[in-house]
């Protein structure tokens, strides 16, 4: 037999036997920050509850992604132009600037398998972005698109150990929520990129049937690939465990327990630590429908290592909690919310109050649409600040061809603040074309 064939034959028996485990997993190693974010790539399914852990469960490539095969070693290769047109690229709320960018982008992959439980995979697309008005920002790209996953497992009789490497790019100021012109002292938010590698080891323990015990050390950096954002620049060290009880097919309660210690690499922002604990549960209504649930306390300390003059802690408790519905074959909606922690700009910390609807609908064998909605209350450490956020996203995709395929994004961002100069309006239309070679 093929060796990948027998790779993905042999995984997906896993997957099968394994079932639970699995899902205890993706319920998350434990309960840190969400971050609600619209992009042309958001789907129901894998930001749903999945966002709970330090890092992402592991699902199998998709095989319609990589059509070149040499040996055991299958690739793929894409070029994509881009047109976006942005009218508020530097997120200011007295004098946005309006503009339209052109790029052109090489997407290549690669998926091996190392053995018959074990992969190496790696996606990743390089561009370059014009900006038509505002040349002067115009910069190397890279693909927000672009990811990595390392997962290798060593099996024992009663569990597992996992060896991971993720990395992924984040290139919208949005996904910070206290990010703004203000905020940012005049620098160009249009460069915003940053680039996020976690490395760790995990691993679950099941005595018993009904009892799964699990523990994990990840550390990630994250950096900016921006002089303009370094203040942002961090190392985290995050230590988790817990203990899920499956009380039924349908019925599984736990808890867990997370520390995070974050050290920045420049003297602005200050250092801390992060510690929450609290029970979940994950119920499976039906066939279609799962619902899940955590709260916690958490606590958060910060030392005077910056200028910030940040002075403030956190001690409260957060929470979170989503329902997901498969309608049919074609169609999946969800909604979820809570209570989090999320990254400071110029202070220690955000808490973030939200609401998200995400929706995903195969039209047709070759068009997609998918959509999300959320609001977001946030409430600015030391700084008084006090803002709701709307965000809107609505897009398509359209399978032109066996090699060609085409989106259309529409995304709405609106932050209306208490603080002066720092609202903000922006609206993106995106459309890309792409060749799958």
């Known amino acids: 037999m093929n060796p990948l064939r027998a790779w993905k034959k042999q ?15 993706a319920l ?16 129901v399914g894998e930001d749903f509850l999945s966002r709970t852990g330090p890092t992402p469960p592991y699902r199998s490539p998709q095989p319609n992604r990589y059509n070149l095969k040499w040996g055991q070693l299958t690739g793929r290769l894409t070029g ?5 047109f942005n009218d508020n690229i530097n997120l200011s709320e007295t004098a946005p600037v309006a503009d339209i960018s052109v790029g052109p982008e090489i997407g290549f ?5 190392i053995s018959e439980r074990n992969v190496l995979q790696l996606d990743i697309g390089l561009g370059y972005r014009w900006y038509l008005n505002s040349p002067d920002v115009s910069s190397i790209t890279i693909s927000p698109r672009s990811s990595s996953r390392l997962d290798y497992y060593i099996y024992f009789d009663e569990g597992r150990i996992n060896l991971h490497d993720i990395f992924y790019v984040s290139i919208s100021p949005v996904d910070i929520a206290a990010v703004n012109n203000a905020a940012g002292a005049g620098v160009s938010l249009s460069k915003f990129q940053r680039f996020v590698n976690t490395v760790g080891i995990s691993s679950d323990w099941r005595p018993v049937k009904q009892w799964v015990y699990y523990a994990g050390y990840d550390y990630t950096i994250d950096r900016s690939l921006n002089s303009d954002f370094g203040s942002l620049d961090r190392d985290d060290h995050t230590f988790s465990s817990g203990v899920n009880y499956v009380a039924n097919s349908r019925l599984t309660v736990g808890a867990y327990s997370v520390f995070t210690y974050t050290a920045y690499r420049d003297a602005v922002q200050n250092d801390g630590w992060n510690f929450s604990i609290g029970p979940r549960v994950s119920y499976q209504a039906t066939k279609f429908i799962s619902l899940e649930a955590s709260a916690g306390w958490t606590t958060s300390e910060y030392f005077d290592t910056g200028t910030i003059a940040d002075q403030s802690n956190f001690s409260s408790f957060t929470y979170q909690g989503g329902i997901r519905h498969t309608i049919n074959k074609r169609t999946e909606h969800a909604l979820r919310g809570g ?8 202070s220690n910390f955000t808490d973030t109050y939200n609401l998200q609807y995400s929706m995903r609908w195969l039209a047709s064998q070759g068009i997609t649409i998918y959509g999300t909605a959320a609001y977001e209350h946030i409430e600015v450490s030391n700084a008084g600040e006090s803002a709701s956020r709307y965000l809107f ?7 032109l061809s ?7 994004n ?18 993106r239309l995106s459309l890309d074309l792409t060749r799958q070679f």
């Open 109 to 113: 992959g690669f998926l091996y398998p």
């Open 410 to 427: 529409y995304t709405l961002s609106v932050k209306e603040s208490d603080m002066a100069g720092n609202d903000y309006l922006q609206n």
């Open 28 to 43: 998350g190693i434990g309960i840190m920050t969400t971050t609600v974010t619209t992009t042309a790539v958001a789907q």
């Open 402 to 408: 066996r090699q060609w395929t085409m989106g259309v």
């Open 11 to 25: 995984i997906i028996n896993r997957h099968r036997k394994n079932w639970q485990i699995s899902q205890l997993l």
């Open 80 to 84: 994509t132009v881009a047109v976006e």
């Open 339 to 346: 209570r989090s922690l999320g990254l400071g700009y110029g």
């Open 393 to 399: 996203n609505i897009g398509t995709g359209f399978r």
